[in-house]
């Protein structure tokens, strides 16, 4: 699915969360940001990112980089929501090339949500990943 076939704003948690991965992987950083609520909290690898803001002045850039340059698909995915709550958790393999270097991850994911009007945000992420074996 091309990003350009996506509606502005997803209509589910899980589409919201894909849409925000698919526009790191085409490049588009700034609809990738539009996904994400501006006090987003991002852990990864015990480090936080307290904003929006934040990341797109920091991680965003290098996220984007190697989310082109490598393909990711999901293995596992569950979704609940709880009215204008949800959490989406996927595990994910990545392989591909970056930087010189083979990739081959299977990653973690936990994304809440939440509804605001008719779209939904995300306002947490927590990745974690590991070299295969």
């Known amino acids: 699915m091309s990003i350009f ?12 969360v894909a849409a925000f991965h698919e526009a790191l ?26 904003s929006r803001d934040e990341y797109a002045g920091h991680h965003l850039p290098a996220d ?25 958790m996927q595990e994910t393999e990545t392989t591909g090339q970056f930087q010189g270097k083979n990739v081959h991850l299977f990653g973690t994911e ?10 939904w945000v995300i306002f947490h992420l927590h990745w974690s990943s590991r070299k295969s074996q």
């Open 5 to 16: 076939s996506l509606p502005l704003y997803a209509a589910t948690p899980t589409e919201t």
């Open 25 to 50: 992987a085409s490049g588009n950083s700034e609809h990738a940001s539009t996904l994400l609520s501006p006090e987003i909290k991002i852990y990864e690898s015990g480090h936080v990112e307290r």
């Open 64 to 88: 984007t980089a190697f989310a082109k340059a490598t393909k990711s698909k999901v293995l596992k995915q569950n979704e609940r929501i709880d009215g204008n709550l949800a959490v989406v």
């Open 110 to 119: 936990t994304a809440l949500l939440e509804k605001q009007g008719d779209q």
